[in-house]
C-alpha cells in the first residue's frame, strides 16, 4: 500500500523518505531554521521530507517538564512553516477533540504510542481524512499493529502508516527488535523506523526521560539495511537546550551525514533484492 502526503508517495518501491523536526516546537524561530536547513539537505540528497513537531508534549515523565507554548500558538508556527517553506508537516495528536482541530494544519496526524490502541482517538483520526501515523506502543506486539491501522481503515482512510519506536525492555529500558519492522509490514502499511525514540531511557533521570544517543547512527543504519519506508528523526541544533527529549534528539550538524549514511544503504538493498 502506497500512502500519499500531499506530493510525496510512501511505501512500496519509492525512495525513503525522511520525517525529522525539534520534538516540540519551542519558538518560530527554531521551527523555520531546523526545517529550512532540513529542507535544503534533503533536496541535495534527493531524499522526500516531512517536517516534523508537535505543538504539546502531553505525556511526560514529570508534570513539572515542558510541554509546550500553547496549542494555537505552535499550531500556527507549523501553519507558516508549512505555507512558507512548502513542506507537508506530521504532529501529534492526544485526544478526539483535538484531531479536527490538528488537521486543519498537519499533513499527517501522528498517534502517540502510548496511546495507540485508543480506539476513539484512531477512528477521530481517521475521520479527518489525513493521512495517519500510528506509532506501535512500547507494550504491543508487532503483529497486533494491524489491527490498530484497521480502526482507521475502517473509516475509509487508507492512508495509514506504523511506527516502531522500541519495546519495553525491563526498566528505564527500550529495545527495537528489527525483525517487527518486517512483521508490521505484513499489515500492508508503510513501516516507519523512529531511530530517536526508539533510545529513550523512560524516566532514567529521575524526573526525566533519559537516552543514549551515541546509538542513533547504527539504530538508522540498521532500519535502513531492513528496508523501512521512512526515518523518523527528531533533530535539535543544540540538544543539551532542547525543552524536551534532550537526551535523544539528534545534533543537527550530524543530519546530513546520516541521511547519507541512510540513502546509502537503502540504496545497496534495493541492488541486492532486485
Request: glycine letters at 8%; a neutral charge; one cysteine or more.
Amino acid at each position: 500500500m502506497i500512502v500519499n502526503v500531499k506530493n510525496i508517495k510512501i511505501g512500496g518501491d519509492n525512495p525513503l523518505v525522511v520525517i525529522a523536526g525539534p520534538c516540540v516546537v519551542e519558538s518560530r524561530e527554531l521551527a523555520f531554521k531546523v526545517a529550512g536547513d532540513a529542507k535544503r539537505i534533503a533536496e541535495r540528497l534527493g531524499m522526500p521530507f516531512i517536517f516534523k513537531s508537535s505543538y504539546k508534549k502531553a505525556n511526560r515523565t514529570s508534570g513539572k517538564t515542558f510541554m509546550g507554548i500553547g496549542m494555537d500558538e505552535a499550531l500556527k508556527i507549523l501553519s507558516d512553516v508549512k505555507t512558507e517553506l512548502d513542506l507537508p508537516i506530521l504532529t501529534d495528536v492526544h485526544s478526539e477533540e483535538e484531531t479536527a482541530t490538528a488537521a486543519e494544519v498537519a499533513d499527517v496526524l501522528q498517534i502517540p504510542a502510548f496511546l495507540c490502541r485508543q480506539t476513539e482517538l484512531l477512528q477521530a483520526a481517521g475521520r479527518t481524512g489525513k493521512a495517519v501515523n500510528i506509532k506501535k506502543g512500547q507494550f504491543m506486539a508487532p503483529e497486533d499493529m494491524r489491527l490498530q491501522a484497521d480502526k482507521v481503515k475502517d473509516t475509509g482512510n487508507q492512508n495509514v502508516m506504523l511506527t516502531e519506536r522500541g519495546a519495553s525492555f525491563g526498566y528505564h529500558n527500550l529495545v527495537v527488535d528489527m525483525r517487527s519492522l518486517v512483521i508490521m509490514r505484513e499489515s500492508g502499511c508503510p513501516v516507519v523506523l523512529d531511530a530517536t525514540h526508539s533510545l529513550q531511557l523512560p524516566g532514567g533521570e529521575k524526573d526525566r526521560t533519559g537516552g543514549q544517543p551515541q546509538f542513533i547512527f547504527p539504530i538508522a543504519r540498521a532500519g535502513a539495511a531492513v528496508g523501512v519506508d521512512a526515518v523518523f528523526l527528531e533533530t535539535h541544533p543544540d540538544p543539551s537546550k532542547a525543552l524536551s527529549d534532550a537526551a535523544t534528539q539528534l545534533p543537527f550538524h550530524l543530519f546530513e551525514s546520516l541521511l547519507t549514511q541512510m540513502k546509502k544503504i537503502d540504496g545497496a538493498r534495493r541492488e541486492l533484492a532486485s
